[in-house]
């Protein structure tokens, strides 16, 4: 089976931290992305790499960075939280050819106070 | 700029019955439609995915209807289960999967005894 862990479940956060969020996958995935979830606004994607020290931005980049200097695992920054990013924040992988095919972790609700 | 619109927001259903969800695309150069299925707790997962090609696919008692022309597709569950009870993403992509996914806002469905 697929595995994407995600190195924490709940965080809490003051404003104006540095925040990691670690995302690791174990199938070998070139793909590896991050969303945030937020209710009535489905899934929205920040962030995503192809390869090992590649990033894209996705469609709401603002406030994060990304790192991804293994294959296998890729890191969500957010440089100085602001509390307008507490939410839910989901990491994915799929295969290089078969980006429909997401493995999502179970993911990290962070709340910023 | 919302471009996959899905309805409605939350549902109940009794069990048995069937669930409806609508999805509505804006975008022509999508053709790969999947759904995704997210229990409490954890990351969404592949539940069914519709290529343009057909009108509808179906697996076990769940069914993607398509109609291109109206550009809207939707999920169809039969004989509903208290264990379907979830939230449910359509999501939209092009180059037949191989870039990224734009997802719905999610429906929350509910099955009551």
């Known amino acids: 089976d697929v595995k994407v862990t995600q190195s924490s479940r709940y965080l809490v956060k003051r404003t104006g931290e540095k925040v990691f969020l670690e995302c690791v996958q174990d199938m070998d995935h070139e793909n590896m992305f991050w969303y945030r979830q937020d209710p009535g606004l489905g899934l929205r994607l920040i962030y995503f790499s192809y390869d090992v020290k590649m990033k894209e931005k996705g469609d709401i980049p603002e406030g994060y960075s990304v790192s991804r200097e293994k294959k296998e695992r890729f890191s969500l920054i957010l440089e100085s939280a602001s509390t307008n990013q507490t939410s839910m924040y989901l990491c994915?992988?799929?295969?290089?050819?078969?980006?429909?095919?997401?493995?999502f972790g179970p993911g990290t609700r962070l709340l910023v106070l | 700029q919302q471009q996959v619109k899905q309805s409605p927001q939350s549902l109940i259903v009794q069990k048995g019955g069937i669930s409806i969800i609508n999805c509505a695309y804006e975008n022509t150069a999508f053709d790969y439609f999947p759904w995704y299925q997210q229990f409490p707790g954890k990351g969404p997962a592949l539940l069914i995915a519709?290529?343009?090609?057909?009108s509808e696919k179906k697996e076990g008692r769940f069914t993607i209807s398509f109609n291109k022309s109206a550009k809207q597709f939707s999920l169809h569950i039969m004989d509903s289960q208290p264990g379907d009870s979830a939230t449910y993403f359509c999501a939209a992509s092009h180059n037949f999967g191989n870039e990224k996914l734009t997802f719905g806002t999610g429906t929350r469905l509910t099955i009551i005894p």
């Open positions: 519709i290529r343009p090609d057909v």
């Open positions: 994915a992988s799929s295969p290089w050819d078969r980006q429909e095919t997401q493995y």
